[in-house]
């Protein structure tokens, strides 16, 4: 799997430049664009945080589990509902 790409499109959908996501990891701007460009071997710790600074976590949990992102999306909201409501009559209780 090319994770260039995706690397790329979390950034974005941060509204992230390059420069701005380089000084958040603590890695050089031409290191993002390797990485980007699928010319870097991406380290298992960089994505984790890489999702973490574009707020892309349920883009994290797709790709691990092979999955559609939109699915694990609507799952992971489902799930909060579901623990909030649960919080909700826990309280009430």
Known sequence: MEFG???KRMRKQAGMSQECIAERLHISRS???R???NKL???A?????WAKETNSQDV???LVLNVDVAGVTHML????QTAGTIIKLGGIL
Not at 77 to 80: F, I, Q, T
């Open 5 to 7: 790409a995706v690397l």
């Open 31 to 33: 290191n993002v664009s």
């Open 35 to 37: 990485l980007e460009g």
């Open 41 to 43: 071997e991406l380290k």
């Open 45 to 49: 710790a960089d994505l984790i945080k």
């Open 60 to 62: 994290l949990v797709a």
């Open 77 to 80: 909201s489902s799930l909060l």
